[in-house]
């Protein structure tokens, strides 16, 4: 005869078993390059990467490159997700991907380059995502996509600022500021952190509509990931790490209080950076690379030589912050290169074989040019095309 208390108490056994093993299967990884400290920020921004990404959360797609520090992987949804997919104001999803392309093909991103005219190609259709591809810009079926694409294109001149007032209005011109930002950025870090070699070619071209599904092209997003993180933000002090003028700046561009959800998405994301790469890379490097960046004209960077060890030299004691910076300015002024094994493999041993040092000094790089090059676009102006707001009775 069976016990009916051992029954139950055998029940009980397998039934917590199975919750531990169902808590454990929905427990999000941590890698081993993540400290300790960090495991439970960790899991809190990873739980709302892979709601909103998918398994792109993890793997070789933004922001799943960035999973090694969860600083850098928290600054990553922030641009992804509330500046680059939100909605914004006014521009289109389908413009946001013309804009997207053309920073692309301008950074010579092979592999942002065909992802986003995979996605072109299911929202806008085949005609407009071929004259993307082939450079057609002149054949764009509009002229407000004609003039995105080239203002992505050659965004990186500072003497050429393109989006004026005519035809866009005060808001498109700050959303086309952060689309321009947001890619900048991303481009940077998939040169150097994304696939290279035959996985890159096979990754670079998925079926238009299987990516555009994956990166919901056709859903409108609006800007809600900084309210459901800030729980695990907190120790980010964002007035003492970005200064009131740097904050001031993003605005500028930005859109200021009528984009307060985007602005405050990149002051945050370029906070959580500083301080991380102060904390892995050192308060020398940071200050060197910023200083030399902040130096840049957008002229493109030698071929060959020593320019980017030069632009550093403040550090030449220090065998090891100069290796660190050498890379960041590699990464910030000249990405694509990064995108051979060669390269590849002289960052990894500068950041001491250190996934986590070298996922950090990446994106502090990428995000560093990218700020660098916001700063020579032109401050919005115009006329907001937002309705006027209803005014209620009570006023």
Avoid at 137 to 153: I, K, M, S, V
Avoid at 304 to 309: E, S, V
């Amino acid at each position: 005869m069976i016990d009916p208390v051992f029954t139950a108490s055998a029940a009980g056994a397998v039934g917590a078993v199975a919750t531990l093993g169902s808590w454990v299967l929905r427990s999000p990884p941590v890698p081993a390059e993540v400290p300790y400290a960090d495991h439970i920020r960790f899991r809190a921004i990873y739980r709302i990467a892979r709601r909103e990404f998918g398994p792109a959360a993890w793997g070789a797609f933004p922001p799943g490159v960035h999973r090694f520090d969860t600083d850098a992987y928290l600054a990553s949804l922030l641009f992804i997700r509330d500046v680059y997919l939100a909605d914004g104001v006014v521009l289109t999803r389908g413009e946001r991907e013309v804009l997207a392309s053309g920073v692309s093909m301008g950074n010579e991103c092979y592999f942002c380059s065909n992802n986003h005219f995979a996605i072109t190609q299911a929202t806008e259709g085949a005609p407009v995502a071929n004259a993307l591809r082939e450079r057609r810009f002149q054949d764009l079926p509009t002229e407000r996509l004609r003039l995105l694409a080239n203002y992505g294109f050659r965004s990186k001149d500072a003497s050429d600022p393109l989006i004026t007032e005519t035809p866009f209005a005060l808001d498109e011109q700050s959303d086309a500021a952060a689309v321009l930002f947001a890619f900048h950025y991303i481009n940077r870090v998939m040169d150097t952190l994304g696939p290279i070699g035959w996985v890159g070619d096979f990754m670079a071209k998925p079926p238009p509509t299987l990516l555009a599904n994956g990166l919901r092209a056709h859903v409108s997003m609006q800007p809600e990931a900084l309210a459901a993180i800030r729980a695990v933000t907190h120790p980010i002090d964002v007035d003492a790490t970005v200064s009131a003028s740097e904050q001031a700046e993003i605005r500028r561009w930005s859109g200021g209080a009528s984009r307060q959800a985007t602005s405050d998405a990149v002051i945050t994301g370029w906070a959580a950076l500083v301080r991380v790469a102060r904390q892995v890379l050192g308060d020398r490097v940071v200050e060197a690379v910023r200083d030399a960046m902040g130096r840049w004209n957008g002229s493109e960077a030698p071929l060959l030589g020593p320019w980017a060890r030069e632009a550093v030299g403040v550090l030449q004691d220090d065998p090891r912050a100069l290796a660190l910076a050498e890379q960041a300015m590699i990464v910030g002024r000249a990405s694509t290169r990064m995108s051979s094994p060669r390269a590849r493999a002289a960052l990894f041993e500068a950041a001491g074989r250190d996934r986590r040092i070298e996922c950090v000094l990446v994106a502090f790089a990428a995000c560093t040019a990218s700020l660098r090059i916001l700063s020579w676009q032109p401050t919005p102006r115009g006329v907001s095309r937002e309705l006027p707001r209803a005014v209620s009775q009570e006023e």
